[in-house]
T-cell receptor, first 112, second 115 residues
Framework: GNSVTQMEGPVTLSEEAFLTINCTYT??????LFWYVQYPGEGLQLLLK?????DKGSNKGFEATYRKETTSFHLEKGSVQVSDSAVYFC???????????FGAGTRLFVKA | GAVVSQHPSWVICKSGTSVKIECRSL??????MFWYRQFPKQSLMLMAT?????????EQGVEKDKFLINHASLTLSTLTVTSAHPEDSSFYIC???????????FGPGTRLTVT
């Protein structure tokens, strides 16, 4: 079946540090991959996405590349800010209202 | 971009009463909407898929008689928590897929506290 596994948190970094949050997936066919972010007390927001192999999604300094050979979609940012503190969810989905499969979420704390 | 709203954003109710939560797609139509439940510091648990014009599809272990879902129109789905108990206290989030797109647009969530 379809599943998403992401690294456990919490992840604590100092401001301007490099961030990597690992995500791997298991899926039939060719899903689209997503990173969603949830700020405290809020719903989820789409951060970035990639719809096919080797695509790179990017937004707000975050990047992730769809790696079919390693079934991975790791999230990276070169220099984190305090305002990046949130919970990050890796997810996969397909068109047609197919339900989204979420990873467990990784909480990120960035210290000033 | 597509916007999904939820109402109310928070609600406190007494044990044994029922609470209705609304989920609206504001600038697009959604034949399908999803309802999730999120416990503190945990991931989203999909409760059910709401289908416009037909019955909702519930995930295994979710009581359909307790969590009533109605998809009244192409822009509105409601979740009613019936005979609420303290263990139903949680953060409830809805989402809708964008037309022709795989990503979900999420509502801001509703925090339910049952006393």
């Amino acid at each position: 079946g379809n599943s998403v596994t992401q690294m456990e948190g919490p992840v604590t970094l100092s401001e301007e540090a490099f961030l990597t949050i690992n995500c791997t997936y298991t899926a039939t066919g060719y899903p689209s991959l997503f990173w969603y972010v949830q700020y405290p007390g809020e719903g989820l927001q789409l951060l970035l996405k990639a719809t096919k192999a080797d695509d790179k999604g990017s937004n707000k300094g975050f990047e992730a590349t769809y790696r079919k050979e390693t079934t991975s979609f790791h999230l990276e940012k070169g220099s984190v800010q305090v305002s990046d503190s949130a919970v990050y969810f890796c997810a996969l989905s397909r068109t047609g209202g197919f339900k989204t499969i979420f990873g467990a979420g990784t909480r990120l704390f960035v210290k000033a | 971009g597509a916007v999904v709203s939820q109402h109310p954003s928070w609600v406190i109710c007494k044990s044994g009463t029922s609470v209705k939560i609304e989920c609206r797609s504001l600038d697009f139509q959604a034949t399908t909407m999803f309802w999730y439940r999120q416990f503190p510091k945990q991931s989203l648990m999909l409760m059910a898929t709401s289908n416009e014009g037909s019955k909702a599809t519930y995930e295994q272990g979710v009581e359909k008689d307790k969590f009533l879902i109605n998809h009244a129109s192409l822009t509105l789905s409601t979740l009613t928590v019936t005979s609420a108990h303290p263990e139903d206290s949680s953060f409830y989030i809805c989402s809708a897929p964008g037309q022709g797109k795989e990503e979900q647009y999420f509502g801001p969530g509703t925090r339910l506290t049952v006393t």
